[in-house]
């Protein structure tokens, strides 16, 4: 996506770049409540939902940072940012975010305060924030305990958390942070042993999608991360958006969840495979995967309208997407955020 964005009046318009002759104008909504123009019947799995990955990994350039220094946790929500990906380890018996082996100096004490300020924001509390917690040491059992414990210490407490394992329509979940466990202990220590979204598997790094079963809904994740190289970032960007189409003729609900990022050492860091290098558009370097993806979206969101409303036009792009350094380029969580306004039909996906 190496066009140029022009803001101009409640727009914006995206124009063409050198090799693709297309202009594209989309409202310009409010990001930090983008979420209050969408019906209560609507099931998150029907949403685009855009995401960061390891949300608070703000250390260790330029191995294991993955996000900007000024895009704080309250930065990335009012920018519209609505799965976020929480990464702890336990430090003296308290939460701390980790990336690896290495802190990143923020307590989950902190985190949960910030979501719950967002959440009961007059001005947001229309949203709801994906929240995935993984776990980054090897005692689960207390580390679930911990989980729960600093929760229940916390602004809003367990009231503010959708526990259920199953995807909710978003009527269920304004005002709410919805749990997406990746840790273990089986919810021993909570009430019916209920911690949210529970994946029953999460394979290292696969080349192709991996696909399981939440409630009625098929839930297919793409996280392969461990790509050998810089060299294989236009694979990385096509794998990452092939999945975001919805299945035909599937009798189920479904889920995407595709992670943007990729990290191996030592050619595939993550800015590098993020933002990419150099000045791609004079052909001096390459262009990264948020880039490849800004102009997959431009490319289908640009499509004839045939005189028709906008919510009935384009292709129907939905899913979660977790990136690394999302701010760039700059007007691609927008073009996130206008799938959610385009294909929609009333009757169908729960839109009324």
């Known amino acids: 996506m190496q066009g140029a964005l022009i803001h101009i009046d409640n727009c914006i318009a995206y124009q063409s770049t050198r090799q693709h002759s297309y202009l594209i104008a989309i409202t310009r909504r409010d990001p930090s409540r983008f979420l209050k123009s969408i019906p209560d019947s609507v099931p998150l799995s029907s949403?685009?939902?855009?995401?960061?990955?390891?949300?608070?990994?703000?250390?260790?350039?330029?191995?294991?940072?993955?996000?900007?220094?000024?895009?704080?946790?309250?930065?990335?929500?009012?920018?519209?940012?609505?799965?976020?990906?929480?990464?702890?380890?336990?430090?003296?018996?308290?939460?701390?975010?980790?990336?690896?082996?290495?802190?990143?100096?923020?307590p989950f004490t902190v985190i949960l305060r910030q979501l719950h300020a967002f959440l009961t924001s007059p001005s947001t509390c229309s949203e709801t924030v994906v929240v995935s917690i993984k776990q980054e040491d090897q005692d689960p059992r207390l580390f679930s305990r911990l989980v729960r414990e600093e929760i229940m210490t916390s602004p809003g407490g367990l009231d503010m958390w959708y526990l259920e394992n199953r995807i909710p329509n978003l009527g269920e979940v304004r005002g709410k942070a919805v749990m997406f466990s990746r840790f273990g202990g089986n919810g021993h220590g909570w009430k019916d042993c209920a911690i949210g979204i529970h994946p029953p598997l999460w394979p290292d790094s696969p080349r192709l999608y991996f696909s399981w079963n939440c409630g009625t809904t098929?839930?297919?994740?793409?996280?392969?991360?461990?790509?050998?190289?810089?060299?294989?970032?236009?694979?990385?960007?096509?794998?990452?958006?092939?999945?975001?189409?919805?299945?035909?003729?599937?009798?189920?609900?479904?889920?995407?969840?595709?992670?943007?990022?990729?990290?191996?050492?030592?050619?595939?860091?993550?800015?590098?495979?993020?933002?990419?290098?150099?000045?791609?558009?004079?052909?001096?370097?390459?262009?990264?995967?948020?880039?490849?993806?800004?102009?997959?979206?431009?490319?289908?969101?640009?499509?004839?309208?045939?005189?028709?409303?906008?919510?009935?036009?384009?292709?129907?792009?939905?899913?979660?997407?977790?990136?690394?350094?999302?701010?760039?380029?700059?007007?691609?969580?927008?073009?996130?955020?206008?799938?959610?306004?385009?294909?929609?039909?009333?009757?169908?996906?729960?839109?009324?």
Not at 69 to 81: E, H, P, V
Not at 84 to 106: F, M, N, P, T, W
Request: charged share 20%; net charge neutral.
């Open 218 to 352: 098929l839930v297919q994740t793409q996280d392969w991360y461990a790509i050998p190289s810089f060299l294989w970032i236009a694979e990385k960007a096509a794998v990452s958006t092939e999945i975001l189409a919805p299945l035909e003729n599937c009798p189920n609900p479904v889920l995407s969840i595709t992670f943007l990022s990729a990290s191996s050492l030592p050619l595939a860091l993550p800015p590098v495979i993020a933002r990419g290098l150099g000045w791609p558009k004079y052909k001096l370097g390459f262009e990264g995967v948020n880039s490849r993806v800004g102009r997959w979206l431009l490319e289908r969101l640009a499509g004839p309208s045939q005189g028709r409303r906008d919510a009935d036009v384009g292709p129907r792009i939905r899913g979660w997407a977790l990136m690394d350094f999302f701010e760039v380029p700059e007007g691609l969580v927008p073009l996130f955020i206008e799938c959610n306004f385009r294909g929609r039909k009333v009757g169908e996906e729960g839109w009324s």
């Open 47 to 106: 949403l685009m939902l855009p995401g960061t990955h390891d949300t608070m990994a703000f250390y260790g350039w330029p191995i294991t940072q993955c996000q900007s220094q000024n895009n704080t946790l309250d930065a990335q929500l009012n920018s519209g940012i609505r799965v976020v990906d929480i990464r702890l380890a336990i430090v003296e018996s308290r939460l701390i975010a980790y990336h690896g082996i290495i802190s990143q100096r923020v």
